[in-house]
């Protein structure tokens, strides 16, 4: 009796796709810490989204009577050494964050999809060629990574989201690759190749449907350290070049005020290190609610 290899796309006896979905946001919405990352999330998106109606200055307007003004009045989060409102400013901050951090992702993410089920999947010299370039690219210090390219394509928003998303290539490589080499030889891989499915078939059927929760997860946690990484190489004058506003670079131009004005400085850092909360927190979250084993567990 012939049997259709389609009648395995997915784990054998798995549950409907809709039941998953609701199953994993039981789970994530009964962690609070998630919950509170997703909140995070969600402010940031919405305040790039609608930064020139929610800012309530102009983030480039200087007034050099009213530089340095402490928080309040005015300037709720007080005003940098240019006059400019901070809020305004970490507010369309966000836009540069989340541009960088998303489409960072993106690059590596396309390369590591590639490289890593190509290596995973075919095994052999290719896994072999593949595996030891990515480890001559994780044997560099990450920011030097960064900064070795920034260094060669120049400064600027484009070109930090570039090098960010090289960085992080090499990791979510081997990431990819090793969810690859377990869905690959997984019963429910090996059944469809035994009743006839293509290799073709297989990996986009079987194993990228299994390692993309695992992406998912990654691209969260990942957007934490491409806002830190953004940060630093604004931060070190090879990111965003003013006026734009940068976190990092707000940090890097208030440093000098520490002792007369430390608000220029810190609540840009303060706003770095919620971001970064927020995307890990919501990272954790959906490791947890997105891992097999649990599911079911409520």
Not at 26 to 50: K, P, Y
Request: glycine share 10%.
């Amino acid at each position: 009796m012939a049997i259709d290899a389609r009648a395995l796309d997915g784990p054998a006896g798995g549950p409907a796709p809709a039941t998953l979905s609701a199953d994993a946001w039981q789970r994530f919405r009964r962690s609070r810490l998630a919950m509170v990352g997703l909140v995070v999330v969600a402010l940031l998106v919405i305040a790039a989204a609608a930064a020139p109606w929610l800012a309530p200055a102009d983030p480039a307007k200087q007034s050099l009577i009213e530089k340095r003004a402490r928080p309040g009045g005015k300037f709720i989060l007080g005003a940098d050494e240019f006059g400019r409102d901070i809020l305004s400013r970490l507010i369309f901050g966000s836009r540069v964050a989340l541009l960088v951090g998303g489409l960072s992702v993106a690059i590596a993410l396309a390369v590591a999809l590639t490289l890593g089920c190509l290596a995973g999947f075919a095994g052999g010299v290719i896994d072999v060629v593949v595996m030891r370039i990515v480890e001559i690219l994780l044997a560099f210090p990450y920011l030097l990574l960064a900064i070795a390219v920034v260094s060669a394509l120049g400064p600027g928003v484009l070109n930090t989201t570039i090098a960010v998303g090289i960085w992080g290539a090499p990791t979510a490589t081997r990431l990819v690759r090793s969810a690859v080499l377990i869905a690959r030889d997984s019963e429910y891989a090996r059944a469809a190749r035994a009743l006839g499915a293509s290799a073709g078939r297989v990996l986009t059927r079987h194993v990228l449907r299994n390692v993309l929760p695992t992406v998912i997860v990654y691209s969260t946690l990942f957007m934490a350290n491409a806002i830190l990484v953004e940060a630093a190489l604004s931060f070190l004058g090879l990111g965003a070049q003013p006026p734009t506003p940068s976190w990092g670079l707000m940090v890097s131009s208030g440093r000098d005020f520490l002792l007369v004005a430390p608000h220029i400085a810190t609540v840009p850092g303060l706003a770095i290190m919620v971001a970064v909360l927020g995307f890990n927190l919501l990272g954790d979250g959906l490791r947890d609610a997105l891992d097999p084993r649990l599911r079911g567990q409520l």
